[in-house]
Nanobody
């Protein structure tokens, strides 16, 4: 499975961005997917996750009510709609997918929120 993120950029505080993660390869094996982020000098942390059918989602407390994760299985694409962005949301955002044995990562897309 290959994952390619897009949609990052520079935005002012209070603004919005939508990240996309396009999956290719053996996508039929993917179970859950998620978005992680890593700020400079910090560990990579889970931002949001979604089940294979999109029926269940989970969010980090820091983004609840501001971010929405979704997926379009017909397009093999996952999204992260980010709103009310804060400077502390600045990080490299990574797409993750996994089955019962393997985890795959994208190369990341940078999100920078200016105050």
């Amino acid at each position: 499975v290959q994952l390619v993120e897009s949609g990052g950029g520079l935005v002012q505080a209070g603004g919005s961005l939508r990240l996309s993660c396009a999956a290719s390869g053996s996508t039929f094996s993917i179970n859950a997917m998620g978005w992680y982020r890593q700020a400079p000098g910090k560990h990579r942390v889970l931002v949001a996750a979604i089940t294979s059918d999109g029926g269940s989602t989970d969010y980090a407390d820091s983004v609840k009510g501001r971010f929405t994760i979704s997926r379009d299985n017909a397009k093999n694409t996952m999204y992260l709609q980010m709103g009310s962005l804060k400077p502390e949301d600045t990080a490299m955002y990574y797409c993750n997918a996994h089955d019962y044995e393997t985890s795959w990562w994208g190369q990341g897309t940078q999100v920078t929120v200016s105050s």
